[in-house]
């Protein structure tokens, strides 16, 4: 069956991203039941027409596609797997979706458990920040089977730009390319960090440094683009917990033992977001490793003219 505006679409997890995400299959037209731990998260989805379930089993029992948007791979779990969960409600054949960001394990468990069952089972995290999910204009990195994708399509094309929704490969590949992009863009903003807090210490105007490095072999969209809202408007983006941010970056380095390849420069990295972390807690935004090389430095890094 291919999805349509009469696809029932269960979605549990609706925090940052999830909220946003959710408004726009309600807005796309899909009738929509969601769970999440915090009941209060689905005020105003139920305002607007969705229905409750108290359990992800129940979720699954009721919808045609089953979507997850959960913090760790420890909650995916827990939701798929536990007492009341995803699988203990999903019918034989059902589709799964899991939107976090996280590793094959869980998905990889489930398909060699249950393959007498045809579920089907697609990772599909995403890339865009709780703006994004806000616009409906997520990237999103598809692993699995390509029919699978061509048949919920219409269901990702709610949620994400439709030109970016990518089938990456086989099973999990799409939890192994989402890790990769936010390793290289952690890697980036903490490069970045580093050079704006010397260069400005150095007497360098910070607008004057930023436009030099911009015009050279050394630019990123992360200085051209990201950076900006820390430079004008002091914003970390506490819409991704640098506490997640910790933990795909964890991930990420599992993934690469998992595969046998050293990656000191992501382990520093990592190391530094955990020291952001501890320093400026839990739920502080995803880009203030770039405040502790303000304070290291002690300058603020900000556009004199925007400011
Ligand atoms: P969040 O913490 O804001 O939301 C997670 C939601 O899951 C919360 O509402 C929480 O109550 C709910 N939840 C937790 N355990 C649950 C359980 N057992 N049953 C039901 N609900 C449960 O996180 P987020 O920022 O929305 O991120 C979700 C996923 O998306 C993460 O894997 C994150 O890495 C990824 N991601 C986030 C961003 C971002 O900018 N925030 C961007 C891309 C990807």
């Known amino acids: 069956m291919t999805a349509s505006a009469s696809t029932r679409v269960g979605f549990i ?4 991203m999830g909220s946003g995400m959710t408004r726009n299959l309600q807005k796309a037209g899909f009738p929509l039941i969601v769970h999440d731990i915090r009941r209060e998260s689905a005020a105003e989805l139920l305002a607007n027409g969705a229905a409750w379930a108290d359990t992800p089993a129940q979720v699954a029992a009721e919808s045609d596609v089953v979507i997850t948007m959960l913090p760790t ?32 394990d869980v998905a990889a468990a489930v398909r060699a458990r249950h393959a007498h069952r045809g579920l089907r089972i697609l990772d599909a995290p995403v ?22 994708l ?11 730009d439709p ?44 607008e004057v440094l930023r436009q030099s490095l911009m015009a050279s072999p050394a630019n990123s969209n992360f200085l051209e683009n990201d ?18 941010a ?31 972390k501890a320093q400026y807690g839990d739920t502080a935004g995803e880009m203030t490793p770039v405040k502790l090389y303000e304070d290291l430095a002690g300058i603020p890094l900000r556009r004199a003219t925007n400011s």
Not at 127 to 148: E, K, R, W, Y
Request: proline share 2%.
């Open 73 to 104: 791979p420890r909650h995916v779990d827990m939701v798929v797997n536990g007492d009341n969960g995803i699988l203990s409600g999903i019918a034989d054949g059902g589709t799964w979706i899991d939107m976090s960001t996280s590793v094959p």
């Open 150 to 160: 061509a048949r919920v399509r219409p269901v990702l094309e709610a949620m994400g």
């Open 246 to 276: 910790c933990k795909d970056l964890g991930l990420s380095i599992d993934l690469a033992r998992s595969v046998g390849v050293p990656t000191e420069l992501s382990a520093l990295v990592e190391q530094i977001y955990r020291r952001a």
């Open 163 to 206: 030109e970016r929704i990518l089938h990456v490969g086989a099973a999990g590949t799409g939890y192994a390319v989402k890790l990769m992009i936010n390793q290289l863009w952690f890697s980036h903003l903490v490069a970045t960090a580093e050079v704006l807090a010397v260069g400005v210490k150095a007497g360098v105007d910070l």
């Open 227 to 244: 950076v900006l809202s820390i430079l004008d408007h002091g914003d970390y983006d506490e819409g991704f917990a640098i506490a997640l």
């Open 127 to 148: 890339s865009g920040m709780s703006v994004g999910a806000a616009n409906g204009t997520l990237q999103i990195f598809v692993g699995g089977d390509a029919d699978d």
């Open 13 to 16: 997890g609706l925090g940052n």
